[in-house]
């Protein structure tokens, strides 16, 4: 079991930057594979970016590649996501999500309870 808590939502402007935080509880945070989705006002929600385990693979969806980066600190169990560059269609509500690395994206076994980013034109 694994419990994720998000933070450093807020509101900014186009063209600024914020940093999310994952702070995760329970054991073992090193064996989990870990990943930022965001849900926009009234659609479904998606995937932005993902990190293995080991910190040694990263994925980016083609909308925040460039912009966003994701990170993790195994010793903090802690995983990062730096946005900077962002624009008005960022706005969302943002999941950290885990999984073992057997697991797939598409069944995340574990979620935080979101964080809102606005971003103002």
């Known amino acids: 079991q694994v419990q994720l808590v998000e933070s450093g939502g807020g509101l900014v402007q186009a063209g600024g930057s914020l940093r999310l935080s994952c702070a995760a509880s329970?054991?073992?945070?090193?064996?989990?594979?870990m990943g930022w989705f965001r849900q926009p006002p009234g659609k479904e929600r998606g995937i932005v970016a993902t990190?293995?385990?080991?910190?040694?693979?990263?994925y980016y969806a083609d909308s925040v590649k460039g912009r966003f980066t994701i990170s993790r600190d195994n010793s903090k169990n802690t995983v990062y996501l730096q946005m900077n560059s962002l624009k008005p269609e960022d706005t969302a509500v943002y999941f950290c999500?885990?999984?073992?690395?057997?697991?797939?994206?598409?069944?995340?076994?574990?979620w935080g309870q979101g964080t809102q980013v606005t971003v103002s034109s």
């Open positions: 999500a885990a999984r073992t690395a057997a697991g797939s994206w598409s069944r995340v076994p574990y």
């Open positions: 990190i293995a385990s080991s910190g040694g693979s990263t």
């Open positions: 329970g054991r073992s945070f090193w064996m989990y594979a």
